[in-house]
């Protein structure tokens, strides 16, 4: 059973450094790996997916790496904004009987001005 | 393109009692997905859909829930009788097929059991 672990559980910077998230799974055999960002009160938007073959993948200020033999995956957010507040959630894909996502318990994030 | 839309976005029940909520994915989507999400934790699928069947339902609490997609395309998930430990938010999503693209997520229900 694949499980999720994300690091730190919050994280409170000041506005403009480097948000550094940390994901860890223990099945290695995933086939993605989906990053999500939950504002309060809504539903998940999907930031980054990473397949399986990729080692990063990018879009904007964020980058996401992925190191599938050690279960593994950074979530990178350069120069925060306070609209970065939020919590973000990562989620391993195995490919059994369609694609399941698995999710961590997410790390809130709040960028202060 | 509309995304996935859920109803009611609120509701307080008192424990016993009976509630449903119901999803409608993205037009074409034939995968669709009911999650639970308990305060600080994070989404637990409870059932999947491919089309009109069930792919999933290892997590969902049959004694008590139940969870239907007539024609494929809306879905609704029932709570009878609802406990305490229900109070959650229940979220649905699709996409385009059980083994490929990314999942899309409605607002989520947010159910609160007194």
């Known amino acids: 059973k694949q499980e999720v672990t994300q690091i730190p559980a919050a994280l409170s910077v000041p506005e403009g450094e480097n948000l550094v998230l940390n994901c860890s799974f223990t099945?290695?055999?995933?086939?993605?790996l989906q990053w999500f960002r939950q504002d309060p009160g809504k539903g998940l938007t999907s930031l980054l997916l990473?397949?399986?073959?990729?080692r990063e993948q990018t879009s904007g200020r964020l980058n996401a790496s992925l190191d599938k033999s050690s279960g593994r995956s950074t979530l990178y957010i350069a120069a925060s904004q306070p609209g970065d507040s939020a919590t973000y959630l990562c989620?391993?894909?195995?490919?059994?009987?369609?694609?399941?996502?698995?999710f961590g318990g997410g790390t809130r994030v709040l960028v202060k001005p | 393109e509309a995304g996935v839309a859920q109803s009611p976005r609120y509701k307080i029940i008192e424990k016993r009692q009976s509630v449903a909520f119901w999803c409608n994915p993205i037009?074409?989507?034939?995968?669709l997905y009911w999650y639970q999400q308990i305060l600080g934790q994070g989404p637990k699928l409870l059932i999947q859909?491919?089309?009109?069947?069930?792919?999933?339902d290892s997590q969902l609490p049959k004694d008590r829930f139940s969870a239907e997609r007539l024609k494929g395309v809306d879905s609704t998930l029932k709570i009878q009788p609802a406990k305490l430990e229900d109070s959650a938010v229940y979220l649905c999503?699709?996409?385009?097929?059980?083994?490929?693209?990314?999942?899309?997520f409605g607002p989520g229900t947010r159910l609160t059991v007194t």
């Open positions: 999503a699709s996409s385009q097929g059980w083994d490929e693209g990314e999942q899309y």
């Open positions: 099945d290695s055999a995933i086939y993605n």
């Open positions: 990473i397949q399986s073959s990729q």
């Open positions: 989620a391993p894909e195995i490919k059994a009987a369609g694609n399941k996502l698995t």
């Open positions: 037009s074409g989507h034939a995968t």
């Open positions: 859909f491919q089309n009109n069947g069930v792919v999933d």
